[in-house]
């Protein structure tokens, strides 16, 4: 039984305050959007107006506009209005710090001082202590969960939701906002949704703490839905997929990408979060490669650079100098 339970209040996640604040958050690097500056231009009356739905619980959220992107793989983004937007934004700077305080520490994936490289600079530590200096065997167990946030269950992921929060006017909103999208009935969240990053963190928390707890998974590291086990003993690791597969589909309805899970040697190389990590350095994946230098142009450049600092990749850097200079 979960004895921790969140503080805010309904009134003060849809108080005008919060909204406000959260406006200031949601438009940084936004305002140059026709629908941003549209909703702008009467902002205390659509804030009200939204404020006056939820206290009186008519809102309805509304339909979103999909699109597709490649980053790189191809993906389908829903986009919600912006003043569904605004109210994400309103929950998730008022949940986020307290249920960030439930996750485990090597959950790396959008959340504050985490990220993909602090998740690997993790990988490179938990090596070190398997391998003992690399002077024995590192065998490194990874896993993809397949169509991730496609296949959220809704219900399971109120009945979490439930165990922390029992204002019941919250969970009447976050069910709004959950039953808002749908793959197929009560099933999937929308990948463009703020919400979502929370969501999908709050529904894995759940395995996070079966594997740290129950499975003993000490060098354990999570982002999204690739995670990785490092041990030692590789027969632990061949006798732990199956469980694992288990609890997803049993308890999460979530099932293992066939094609995207193995054991192998840290030493043979290992694809993780972009990057081919091994003993000796950190090589960035070749997709990856040729993707930035098919793409990199003077304004991209420092953010390809900045990708290209955590690995050994001091002839692509200047390769990709030369293609802009040119």
Same mark, same amino acid.
């Given at each position: 039984?979960?004895?921790?339970?969140?503080?805010?209040?309904?009134?003060?996640?849809?108080?005008?305050?919060?909204?406000?604040?959260?406006?200031?958050?949601?438009?940084?690097?936004?305002?140059?959007?026709?629908?941003?500056?549209?909703?702008?231009?009467?902002?205390?009356?659509?804030?009200?107006?939204?404020?006056?739905?939820?206290?009186?619980?008519?809102?309805?959220?509304?339909?979103?506009?999909?699109?597709?992107?490649?980053?790189?793989?191809?993906?389908?983004?829903?986009?919600?209005?912006?003043?569904?937007?605004?109210?994400?934004?309103?929950?998730?700077?008022?949940?986020?710090?307290?249920?960030?305080?439930?996750?485990?520490?090597?959950?790396?994936?959008?959340?504050?001082?985490?990220?993909?490289?602090?998740?690997?600079?993790?990988?490179?530590?938990?090596?070190?202590?398997?391998?003992?200096?690399?002077?024995?065997?590192? &065998?490194?167990?990874?896993?993809?969960?397949?169509?991730?946030?496609?296949?959220?269950?809704?219900?399971?992921?109120?009945?979490?939701?439930? =165990?922390?929060?029992?204002?019941?006017?919250?969970?009447?909103?976050?069910?709004?906002?959950?039953?808002?999208?749908?793959? =197929?009935?009560?099933?999937?969240?929308?990948?463009?949704?703020?919400?979502?990053?929370?969501?999908?963190?709050?529904?894995?928390?759940?395995?996070?703490? &079966?594997?740290?707890?129950?499975?003993?998974?000490?060098?354990?590291?999570?982002?999204?839905?690739?995670?990785?086990?490092?041990?030692?003993?590789?027969? &632990?690791?061949?006798?732990?997929?199956?469980?694992?597969?288990?609890?997803?589909?049993?308890?999460?309805?979530?099932?293992?990408?066939?094609?995207?899970?193995?054991?192998?040697?840290?030493?043979?190389?290992?694809?993780?979060?972009?990057?081919?990590?091994?003993?000796?350095?950190?090589?960035?994946?070749?997709?990856?490669?040729?993707?930035?230098?098919?793409?990199?142009?003077?304004?991209?450049?420092?953010?390809?650079?900045?990708?290209?600092?955590?690995?050994?990749?001091?002839?692509?850097?200047?390769?990709?100098?030369?293609?802009?200079?040119?």
């Amino acid at each position: 039984m979960i004895q921790i339970q969140i503080i805010h209040s309904y009134n003060s996640i849809i108080s005008l305050d919060n909204f406000l604040d959260a406006w200031k958050e949601f438009v940084v690097g936004k305002r140059q959007r026709k629908d941003v500056q549209e909703f702008e231009m009467n902002l205390m009356s659509n804030i009200i107006a939204l404020h006056q739905e939820l206290a009186g619980k008519t809102y309805q959220h509304s339909f979103y506009e999909a699109f597709n992107i490649s980053d790189p793989k191809p993906r389908n983004i829903h986009k919600a209005k912006v003043r569904d937007r605004l109210l994400h934004h309103a929950l998730h700077r008022l949940l986020y710090p307290f249920f960030d305080r439930t996750f485990i520490a090597d959950s790396h994936s959008c959340r504050v001082n985490k990220g993909s490289h602090r998740a690997i600079e993790r990988f490179r530590l938990f090596s070190y202590k398997v391998s003992q200096n690399h002077t024995r065997t590192c &065998w490194v167990l990874k896993c993809d969960i397949r169509k991730f946030f496609a296949n959220i269950d809704h219900m399971i992921l109120k009945n979490i939701i439930a =165990r922390y929060i029992s204002d019941q006017d919250i969970l009447w909103l976050l069910g709004k906002i959950i039953d808002s999208f749908s793959t =197929r009935p009560n099933v999937g969240l929308p990948l463009g949704n703020l919400t979502s990053q929370l969501l999908v963190n709050i529904y894995m928390n759940e395995f996070d703490q &079966w594997m740290k707890h129950h499975m003993k998974a000490k060098c354990y590291i999570r982002y999204a839905d690739d995670f990785v086990i490092l041990s030692h003993d590789k027969a &632990w690791l061949e006798e732990l997929l199956p469980k694992i597969g288990e609890f997803l589909e049993e308890t999460l309805h979530l099932q293992l990408h066939p094609d995207k899970v193995f054991i192998k040697t840290f030493a043979s190389g290992v694809d993780f979060l972009g990057y081919v990590l091994k003993p000796n350095g950190t090589i960035i994946r070749t997709t990856t490669k040729r993707r930035i230098l098919m793409k990199v142009n003077a304004n991209n450049l420092p953010s390809y650079l900045g990708v290209c600092s955590h690995a050994n990749s001091h002839k692509l850097q200047t390769e990709l100098h030369r293609i802009v200079d040119q």
